[in-house]
T-cell receptor, first 114, second 113 residues
Framework: DAGVIQSPRHEVTEMGQEVTLRCKPI?????LFWYRQTMMRGLELLIY??????IDDSGMPEDRFSAKMPNASFSTLKIQPSEPRDSAVYFC????WGGGETQYFGPGTRLLVL | RKEVEQDPGPFNVPEGATVAFNCTYS??????FFWYRQDCRKEPKLLMS???SGNEDGRFTAQLNRASQYISLLIRDSKLSDSATYLC??????????????FGQGTRLTINP
């Protein structure tokens, strides 16, 4: 299995631009999580989906952030407009619902907003 | 107060030493507990679950004290490859909804030759 796939791995953009991060969960996993990691705040859960439905988005920092999961094999996290304080590593993780509590993380997207 | 608190370290210990990390959590309704490991510029990976009875996996021992809301990780005979950041993770149920993982800030460990 290829594991959780994220793209791009690195993104550098200018303030005000739209950023779209992509995630492909492990096949057969039906829970998907988006996290953000910074030195100051550590690893924070932004939103998670069960069976493509958003369950808890209380961690989404503000309206500039949105996430979608149109099908079981794809999710996006969008930031529009981006700001320098959004610079972080964004991880996607997936889990097999009912198959234990272990989450498998993707390699992350390193985002730098100038 | 943070939901999950850890000593950020860094811990610098010689190879072969025993090192222990602690973690406290604030939500007494927390259900499950884990230690994850994160290598530099890599993603977190599950190290081990933490059970009330305590559990051991080779050189690693995890303990849970629900009364004190305290979790620990002990590494014996530390190896250079143990150098990483160790994340304490707690699963919470929010208002009867599905679970979410809450991560501590992590404790950075460096094993010196």
């Amino acid at each position: 299995d290829a594991g959780v796939i994220q793209s791009p791995r690195h993104e550098v953009t200018e303030m005000g631009q739209e950023v779209t991060l992509r995630c492909k969960p492990i096949s057969g996993h039906n829970s998907l999580f988006w996290y953000r990691q910074t030195m100051m705040r550590g690893l924070e859960l932004l939103i998670y989906f069960n069976n493509n439905v958003p369950i808890d988005d209380s961690g989404m920092p503000e309206d500039r952030f949105s996430a979608k999961m149109p099908n079981a094999s794809f999710s996006t996290l969008k930031i529009q407009p981006s700001e320098p304080r959004d610079s972080a590593v964004y991880f996607c993780a997936s889990r097999e619902w009912g198959g234990g509590e272990t989450q498998y993380f993707g390699p992350g997207t390193r985002l730098l907003v100038l | 107060r943070k939901e999950v608190e850890q000593d950020p370290g860094p811990f610098n210990v010689p190879e072969g030493a025993t090192v222990a990390f602690n973690c406290t959590y604030s939500n007494s309704a927390s259900q499950s507990f884990f230690w994850y490991r994160q290598d530099c510029r890599k993603e977190p990976k599950l190290l081990m679950s933490v059970y009330s009875s305590g559990n051991e996996d080779g050189r690693f021992t995890a303990q849970l004290n629900r009364a004190s809301q305290y979790i620990s990780l002990l590494i014996r005979d530390s190896k250079l490859s143990d150098s990483a950041t160790y994340l304490c993770v707690v699963i919470q149920v929010n208002r009867g909804r599905a679970q979410k993982l809450v991560f501590g800030q992590g404790t950075r460990l460096t094993i010196n030759p």
